[in-house]
């Protein structure tokens, strides 16, 4: 697995080593010691989540300002473009994201830790996600923030893609007015 820090270092981007002939392919989408000896981040996953969505759907910016999540992304069918936001106050990289197109073909993941807000855009006729956490899901400390903020400036290279939100991320708030990550 070839480990590639982004941007903001403590995102970053993994290509497992895929082995194809004739008859398809086989890789790891996830080994334990092959994550720790490559990342340098030792932690547990306590749930995978799998999400269906069509061209369009942006999904976030998502994350829990309580039982945060740290989350390792990947689109089994289609293609999107992942995104990761730093909201730890004390952070150097506070308030800056990264983005990675993620894809069926590429068979690259993101990780994004503890501390980010996460979000995608849907970019082929459909895309099913994967994605492994390090918390459960806690709706009562779910916060939303919003998808374009200009404060933030996320390039979703939305192109002619006109985005389908919920209402729950139309109404995500402004990082200024954000709960935050000390």
């Given at each position: ?44 996953f306590v749930q995978d989540n799998h ?15 309580q039982q945060p999540q740290g989350k ?77 903020d200009p404060d933030i400036g996320i ?28």
């Amino acid at each position: 697995m070839n480990v590639t820090p982004t941007a903001i270092p403590d995102v970053m981007t993994i290509e497992p080593k895929v082995f194809g002939d004739d008859r398809g392919f086989f890789f790891e989408s996830f080994n334990y010691r092959a994550f720790v000896e490559g990342t340098g981040v030792e932690t547990e996953f306590v749930q995978d989540n799998h999400s269906r969505s069509r061209k369009g759907v942006l999904r976030g910016l998502h994350y829990q300002i309580q039982q945060p999540q740290g989350k390792l992304v990947r689109a089994a069918i289609g293609e999107i473009f992942d995104v990761a936001v730093d909201l730890r106050k004390n952070s150097p990289s506070f308030g800056q994201w990264v983005g990675e197109l993620l894809t069926a073909e590429n068979k690259k993941q993101l990780w994004i830790p503890p501390g980010f807000g996460h979000g995608f855009l849907v970019r082929s006729d459909v895309a099913e996600v994967l994605y492994k956490t390090t918390d459960y899901y806690a709706p009562q400390h779910e916060r939303s923030l919003l998808w374009n903020d200009p404060d933030i400036g996320i390039d979703w290279q939305l192109g002619d893609i006109e985005p389908l939100l919920s209402n729950k991320d139309r109404e995500g708030k402004l990082l200024k007015d954000a709960d935050l990550f000390v």
